[in-house]
């Protein structure tokens, strides 16, 4: 008797040790994360949220747009609403700096092939971007940065990203600097560079909108562009060579849902997959960091995306967490470059 007691309550401990330290995901009916909303965000939607929630039954709900001050707020208020936040890899590493991350647990995310880059213990790289060149149809084609500061031979004026982030690396590029040997910046180069062209340069943007709009209205004949809002617009042209290539990565605040976080390593597998990235492309021309994408994409599609291998190869790629770790001496010596103009 004493034996079967003992036995029936070792099965009632075990069924509720189940459901206690059983898949946490099964107690989480919805979570919310926070991206940079546009086409972007669209194309997380029909991409990996659709697929995740078909086998999942978990509702993600998407709000935008995001930003590291929202993270920080959240974090700091312990009222953290989203289990994942899409950051751009600078600010991934001053978050991390901050102490407003948690790990991810990549264990759960089982996660397909992916670009080392974009596997980081508290970031997810999901989408790739380039910062590149680009002309209106039937102007003469440039090949590389020092192209596009020789207003000799390629007259005209020029657009600039207002982020030194971006720009710095094009200006050492444009004087020489081989990609590989991009970081760490040397910004005394750098803005040597910049003082050669900024005669030529009509508008230093802000939004990622406005280069591809100036090139259609003339008022640019030459401008760096992100790849995204150039590829597809029939009225440009662009080519990859020495192009900046970036990473935006999903993170975990701190302070989030053990059951959310864990329930979100789903989604985050589900972006790890070649034929979901491939899916993406068709509402952004932006690629994920699966090594295998070529393989799913159309063949005469290949040259429009910033990870195609013939792409990848031709690009110079970020260095986010030295940026970071100098964000506050870079701004400081862009501001005094932005007054001297």
Not at 41 to 51: F, L, M
Not at 128 to 148: E, L, V
Not at 228 to 254: C, E, H, M, W
């Amino acid at each position: 008797m004493k034996a079967t007691n003992k036995a029936f309550i070792g099965a009632i401990a075990a069924a509720t040790l189940w459901c206690a330290g059983g898949p946490a995901h099964a107690q989480v009916k919805e979570f919310r994360i926070l991206e940079s909303g546009g086409p972007s965000g669209d194309s997380i939607e029909e991409a990996y949220i659709k697929p995740y929630t078909a086998r999942t039954g978990i509702k993600v709900t998407r709000e935008s747009p995001t930003s590291l001050g929202k993270m920080q707020a959240m974090v700091a208020s312990k009222s953290v609403t989203t289990v994942l936040v899409e950051l751009g890899g600078t600010n991934l590493f001053q978050a991390r700096a901050m102490g407003l991350l948690e790990p991810l647990d990549w264990d759960k995310i089982n996660p397909d092939p992916m670009f080392p880059e974009a596997r980081l213990p508290d970031g997810f790289g999901y989408q790739y971007f380039s910062t590149i060149m680009a002309w209106p149809k039937g102007a003469r084609p440039m090949s590389s940065w020092a192209d596009f500061w020789n207003v000799k031979d390629f007259p005209g004026k020029r657009a600039l990203p207002d982020y030194p982030g971006y720009t710095l690396p094009l200006a050492l590029l444009a004087d020489g600097v081989k990609p590989e040997n991009l970081y760490p910046l040397d910004l005394e180069r750098a803005f040597k560079s910049l003082n050669k062209i900024k005669g030529s340069v009509a508008v230093w943007w802000k939004a990622g909108a406005q280069p591809p709009q100036l090139l259609e209205d003339k008022e640019v004949d030459y401008a760096a562009a992100w790849s995204g809002r150039i590829i597809g617009n029939p009225k440009l042209d662009y080519t990859y060579r020495q192009g900046f290539l970036q990473v935006s990565y999903f993170a975990v605040p701190k302070g989030a849902s053990p059951q959310a976080k864990e329930a979100a390593m789903g989604l985050l597998h589900e972006m790890s997959k070649a034929e979901n990235q491939a899916l993406a492309t068709t509402t952004v021309p932006y690629t994920g960091a699966s090594p295998d994408i070529q393989g799913k994409l159309p063949a005469d599609r290949l040259d429009d995306y910033p990870t195609s291998p013939a792409n990848k190869a031709i690009q110079a790629l970020g260095d986010p967490s030295w940026t970071a770790t100098n964000a506050k001496e870079i701004e400081r010596r862009w501001q005094e470059f932005k007054l001297g103009m």
